[in-house]
């Protein structure tokens, strides 16, 4: 499995912008880049995916970089709810026979203050 | 997003008692279905694949005949911990394929 590596933490202020790091060197041609984060206690809550452009969504945006070795996800205005883990994931396409599943890293474990 | 839902949330049960996790697809049907554990301050670890009307397919280390996994339909799956033993307290969390990987709230197993 393709791996990632993000930061083990981070700390940000609230309503400022935050830029989440993952590097994916080995990614392959057709890997996605999946975004999910786990509150405490809680299951997994996907964030947001892309393969080669940026995306933007009501939660957060991706920048993929263009040899898509690495990618950042951003938060632009951190609240209070946003400090959880955050997983950095390469998925293969569904049609893949390894497509679907996600391998979890560490993640990054993004806390917010007041 | 979808909604899967996990029950019960959580469950204490003694040594040597089986236990049953069942994971729904509340508003879409799931032809894949996963299965995750989590020990505290780790992250998650795929145990298997479930697939509808077939047998799960587990990652390397996990024991099928202790986690028995049944997909019976396209909205439910269950996870059977057979013979629970302490070290097997741990976060139990599903997750149900749609357009994307949408997961449950977890079930938190303690094992005395």
């Known amino acids: 499995d393709a791996k990632t590596t993000q930061p083990n933490s981070m700390e940000s202020n609230e309503e400022e912008p935050v830029h989440l790091p993952c590097n994916h060197s080995?990614?392959?041609?057709?890997?996605?880049i999946h975004w999910y984060r786990q509150l405490p206690s809680q299951g997994p809550e996907y964030v947001i995916h892309?393969?080669?452009s940026n995306v933007n969504n009501r939660m957060a945006s991706l920048a993929i970089a263009e040899d898509r070795k690495s990618s950042t996800l951003i938060l632009h205005r951190a609240t209070l709810r946003d400090a959880a883990v955050y997983y950095c994931?390469?998925?293969?396409?569904?049609?893949?026979?390894?497509?679907?599943?996600?391998?979890f890293g560490q993640g990054t474990e993004l806390s917010v203050k007041p | 997003g979808a909604v899967v839902s996990q029950h019960p949330s959580r469950v204490i049960c003694k040594s040597g008692t089986s236990v049953k996790i069942e994971c729904r697809s509340l508003?879409?049907?799931?032809?894949?279905m996963f299965w995750y554990r989590q020990f505290p301050k780790q992250s998650l670890m795929l145990m298997a694949t479930s697939n509808e009307g077939s047998k799960a397919t587990y990652e390397q280390g996990v024991e099928k005949d202790k986690f028995l996994i049944n997909h019976a339909s396209l909205t439910l799956s269950t996870l059977t911990v057979t013979s629970a033993h302490p070290e097997d307290s741990s976060f139990y969390i599903c997750s149900a394929l749609g357009y994307e990987q949408f997961f449950g709230p977890g079930t938190r197993l303690t094992v005395l």
């Open positions: 892309g393969l080669t």
């Open positions: 508003d879409f049907q799931a032809t894949t």
């Open positions: 994931i390469l998925r293969a396409p569904l049609l893949h026979n390894q497509g679907g599943k996600l391998i």
């Open positions: 080995t990614i392959s041609g057709t890997d996605y």
